[in-house]
Each structure stands twice: as C-alpha cells, then as structure tokens.
C-alpha cells in the first residue's frame, strides 16, 4: 500500500461550539462532516470534522453526560501531561514564506496570540494555541530535504524559555 497522509487526526474538546467557531471563522477551515452520535448508556457526543486542506481533516469529539467520561478534563493535551507546549503540536501548511507572513496578519487581526516568524533552516513556522489550548502552527519548507537532514545530530541548543517553560509552575514539574 502506498503512503498517502493523514485522513483525520482526532482531538476532544469541552466545547465544540467555541473550538467550531475558531476552527470555521479564524482558521478558515470548513466543517465537512458533523455528527450528533447518541450513547446507548446515556449521554451523547457531538463529532465534527474541518478540511484543512489536500483532504486532510482535523476532528473534534465532545462528549456531554457519557458514562465513563469526566465532565472536565484538560483537552489541551500538553498541560495534562506536564510536558512542554511543543511537544504535542499540529502544524498546518501555509504554501509560502509570503503565506506565511499573511497568516500570522490575519491571526493577529482577530486577536490570536501568535509568535513572530520561528527560522528552522529548513522551514519557517508561526505558533498559536486553539480555545482547548492545543498548541498549532503554521509552517512552510524553504528548501527541500537532504540526507544530511535525516542524519541524527547536535544541530542547535534552545533555552527552557523556548520550549515554554519560563513559567516556575511549569518549571517546578520537571
């Protein structure tokens, strides 16, 4: 079988309309499939789907009175876990350095926390979180890859501050 991507990635929320109006009106993505599935043992979850382009899907999962599920829980991913915001992160593909730039614009525009423009060497990025406090970015290549590349080794050194950790409750988790 060949390679082909991603179909869907799936995520929860605690509240699908806040994360639907984000996903739909900041990001532009478009809800392709929504579902309401009811829980034969109480309960039901409301599921939708955004094309984020290349048919490649991110999907949200909300759960409301379901046994066996808590009623809160951090749907954030990294700060349940007490790991860096970077380490659990999606990032989507925004064609260009020009692209790129104009996203970052757009994002701010709608009062999105948004980095400056991170140089990877390889590739240029922008970070923001989502309602949930999922950690997203933006991301094109500025050149192609090489098997220097795919070659593990030292290639920079980052501060605790870069990988989100300047904060002392965060800090004192380590």
Partial sequence: MAHKGFSHIGLSTLDLDRTRDFYERVLGFKPVRCDILKVKEGGQIRHIFFDTGRDQLIAFMEARGVPGVPAEYDAGINRGLG????????????????????????????????????????????????????????????????????????????????????????????
């Fill in 83 to 174: 790991v860096p915001s970077v380490f659990y992160h999606f990032a989507f593909e925004a064609g260009s350095e020009a692209a790129l730039d104009e996203k970052r614009q757009e994002l701010r525009a709608q009062g999105v926390d948004v980095t400056e423009v991170v140089d990877h060497d390889w590739a240029k990025s922008i970070y923001f979180k989502d309602p949930n406090g999922i950690q997203l970015e933006f991301c094109c290549f500025t050149r192609n890859l090489n098997g220097d590349d795919a070659r593990m080794q030292d290639r920079a050194e980052i501060s605790i501050r870069r990988l989100g950790l300047e904060d002392p409750v965060a800090l004192s988790r380590r």
